[in-house]
């Protein structure tokens, strides 16, 4: 679907051509950023048959509010905080979720079924904990060490200093270990 | 409290190795081109409704037809008032039985129903075509 100039073009580049209305802008937006979007959202506790509505709805609200990203920080970190407000208004927190089959979830995957059991089991108690944690700490948490992202861009993004971002990145941590011990 | 973190309370391998792999199934289960085609959708959606006349929109239906049920309301509630008012006022100035009793009332009452067949007779007898004699018998009947 992408083509060869839309492939090299920046965010910024994509950004102002939606700007303008080019709705293969938009398509191409979706593209590089809704699978790293799904798994923050899966991550912070959406469920799997909410998950494209709850992507459509983000990448919706980024788009009717895209005059007020200014780059403060990258498109993706804003999309992701977008993306936990579409979750938290959508009252589609982990506490509702639905326990899914285990089966099911290996069905997706290779490796033996020993190992994606195990992997499963892991993944499933830290996004259990996850959704214990204060919402704050979550998100820096999901944007630091699933996402990547350095503290200066999540602090941009939460609209807080770096610093602050660490702290709570401690604080996510200890009770993470703690709660997986 | 920054300077009190140690880098190792911040590192823990295995978590952000199991971190990095939250939601990863449940992402790989999209068809993001499907998605990509649905926000669109939506999108050229919402722009259609945006550029709607201004007057069709929902919310404008939902405001008039608000507006001409109060209004309705107003008129059906003034209506009602203004004849209560009206009989009210009516029956209470005429008659000049503001501020009697019941017993007094009652009292008035058959000289009520008696004035108006008095009356009632001498008008509808036609003094025409009456004698010089009767008509000055009804005179004095009337002066007594």
């Known amino acids: 679907m992408a083509s060869p100039q839309s492939a090299a073009a920046t965010d910024a580049d994509l950004i102002a051509r939606w700007r303008g209305a080019d709705e293969r802008a938009a398509t191409e937006l979706v593209l590089r950023h809704g699978t790293p979007l799904a798994r923050f959202l899966a991550a912070s506790g959406a469920q799997q048959e909410d998950l494209d509505d709850l992507v459509q709805e983000t990448f919706l609200r980024a788009f009717r509010s895209i005059a007020g990203f200014r780059g403060q920080c990258q498109f993706r970190t804003w999309l992701l905080t977008i993306g936990s407000n579409v979750l938290k208004d959508e009252g589609r927190r982990a506490a509702k979720r639905k326990v899914v089959p285990l089966d099911e979830t290996l069905q997706a995957s290779g490796g033996s079924p020993h190992e994606e059991a195990v992997a499963w089991e892991a993944e499933a108690r830290l996004r259990e904990a996850l959704t214990d944690l204060p919402r704050l700490q979550r998100e820096v948490f999901l944007l630091r060490a699933q996402q990547g992202m350095e503290y200066e861009e999540i602090a941009s993004a939460l609209d807080t200093t770096p610093g602050a971002a660490r702290v709570h990145y401690h604080h996510a941590v200890k009770r993470l270990k703690e709660r997986l011990q | ?144």
């Open chain 2, 1 to 144: 409290m920054i300077d009190d973190i140690r880098d190792e309370d911040l590192h823990d391998e295995e978590l952000v190795a199991t971190a990095r792999e939250l939601g990863v199934r449940a992402a790989g289960q999209l068809d993001m081109e499907r998605t990509a085609r649905g926000v669109v959708a939506r999108w050229r959606n919402e722009q259609r409704q945006v550029h709607r006349p201004f007057w069709a929109s929902p919310g404008m239906l939902r405001v008039a037809a608000a507006v001409v049920l109060l209004v309705a309301g107003m008129e059906t509630y003034e209506h009602r008032h203004h004849l209560t008012q009206q009989v009210a006022t009516v029956e209470a100035m005429d008659a000049g039985l503001e501020g009697l009793s019941e017993d007094q009332l009652q009292a008035i009452l058959p000289s009520v129903e008696h004035t108006p067949e008095v009356e009632t007779t001498a008008s509808d007898a036609g003094l025409e075509g009456l004698t010089p004699d009767e008509l000055r018998s009804v005179l004095s009947a009337m002066g007594s």
